[in-house]
């Protein structure tokens, strides 16, 4: 049974995969736009960005599974993320949507288009593959679950200090007003055994098909945004091959790894001026 929101919906969906968190915001009647969340984080990560789109599109959030309020420790892979992103889209009555995603989310889009499923990609700070990656050494032993469960424990300072590369240097999470909080509590719920498929399968799957192949074998078109001071991905390269592969790019300045959070307006220009 399917539902419509003219303004906002915020629900837990009991559904095949499971259940699964959804926000809604926006007139129900406007062009839907899907909005889905890299690793670890949830669907609040794009709040600022939904104030700034739901005067004109139906947003569509979700928390992945085994992340923020959805949970979950089992169908985590990419193309159970991807069935259950299609089965909530089915109990909306959506047949065609824009997608949009960030990072550890991003093949979600791709795979929809693939599908039929989306009539235009947006990919936020993902490079093609991880030869374009630059993370910190020692952030692979978090593909271990067992040192993830250790690292939830820690205090929530440690917790701050440690998410710092997914974002700008200097940036300051109390500039979003409870953000500092909603870091914490995502890294805090996130089922460890994510950090495997994020680090090391999701390495070998981009090697063997990276995103700019897959995005040249689509018929839809493809926006690739990217901060320039992106600490886990380097921008010019991921840009680059992005472009070369028939995408439209756009840097946002001053912002790293999760530009939406850092640069929200920015961010909405670009959309718009690419789905309008």
């Not at 906002?8 to 499971?18: A, E, K, M, P, V």
């Not at 259940?19 to 890299?38: E, Q, T, Y």
């Not at 309020?69 to 993320?81: F, I, S, V």
């Not at 390269?237 to 790019?249: D, L, V």
Request: aromatic share 6%; net charge negative.
């Amino acid at each position: 049974m399917s539902f419509t929101v003219d303004e906002s919906t915020d629900r837990i969906l009991d559904l095949q995969h499971g259940p699964v968190r959804v926000r809604l915001d926006g007139p129900s009647k406007s062009p839907p736009l899907l909005l889905i969340h890299g690793s670890p984080c949830s669907l609040e990560w794009f709040d600022q960005l939904t104030s700034l789109l739901c005067d004109t599109y139906r947003i569509v959030r979700i928390d992945l599974r085994g992340h923020g309020a959805t949970g979950g420790r089992e169908r985590l892979g990419r193309m159970d993320q991807v069935a259950m992103v299609t089965e909530v889209l089915d109990h909306l009555g959506i047949t065609e949507i824009s997608a949009v995603a960030h990072s550890f989310g991003t093949d979600i889009p791709i795979d929809l288009a693939t599908a039929g499923r989306a009539n235009a990609v947006v990919l936020i700070d993902q490079a093609p593959d991880f030869r374009c990656a630059t993370y910190p050494p020692g952030l692979i032993t978090l593909s271990r679950p067992s040192l993830i469960a250790i690292a939830q424990r820690a205090p929530a300072f440690a917790i701050q200090q440690g998410s710092k590369q997914g974002f700008a240097p200097g940036f300051r999470f109390d500039s979003v007003p409870g953000f500092a909080e909603i870091v914490v509590r995502d890294f805090r719920a996130f089922t460890p055994s994510i950090g495997r498929f994020a680090l090391v399968d999701r390495a070998r799957e981009l090697a063997a098909d990276p995103l700019d192949a897959r995005i040249q074998r689509l018929d839809v078109p493809v926006l690739a945004i990217h901060g320039r001071r992106d600490q886990m991905y380097a921008c010019a390269p991921s840009i680059a091959r992005y472009s070369a592969a028939g995408a439209r790019t756009a840097i946002i300045e001053n912002a790293g790894h999760s530009p939406h959070v850092e640069a929200p307006e920015a961010v909405a220009v670009a959309l718009r001026d690419f789905l309008d």
